[in-house]
């Protein structure tokens, strides 16, 4: 079975940052793409950052420029490096991931931004 967990969530000061980590159970290049979501209470699930699997990157506007989305293919681990970061980036963030035998979800990590 396939599986996301994401990690390195946290409490975080106005204007620090932070790196979560998704990793996968197989190889991060047999997804289509992957991706970071958050969702706070509330509010409609809003789209992070997504990466193809050929390596194209695209960012929600609230994000561009501070949010950083990267992978390592020998830990088959994707990553979010989150600088600047805002109290309104505070929310649950969750990976996803997808290819042609489904779509995966991680648990979600926390991230608090306050002072």
């Known amino acids: 079975q396939v599986q996301v967990v994401e990690s390195g969530g946290g409490l975080v000061q106005p204007g620090g940052s932070l790196r979560l980590s998704c990793a996968a159970s197989?190889?991060?290049?047999?997804?289509?793409?992957m991706a970071w979501y958050r969702q706070a209470p509330g509010k409609q699930r809003e789209l992070v950052a997504h990466?193809?699997?050929?390596?194209?990157?695209n960012y929600a506007p609230s994000v561009k420029g501070r949010f950083t989305m990267s992978r390592d293919s020998a830990k088959n681990t994707l990553y979010l490096q989150m600088n600047s970061l805002k109290p309104e980036d505070t929310t649950v963030y969750c990976c996803?991931?997808?290819?042609?035998?489904?779509?995966?979800w991680g648990q979600g990590t926390q991230v608090t931004v306050s002072s």
């Open positions: 990466i193809t699997s050929g390596g194209t990157t």
């Open positions: 996803n991931a997808n290819r042609s035998r489904g779509v995966y």
């Open positions: 197989l190889s991060i290049f047999r997804f289509y793409g």
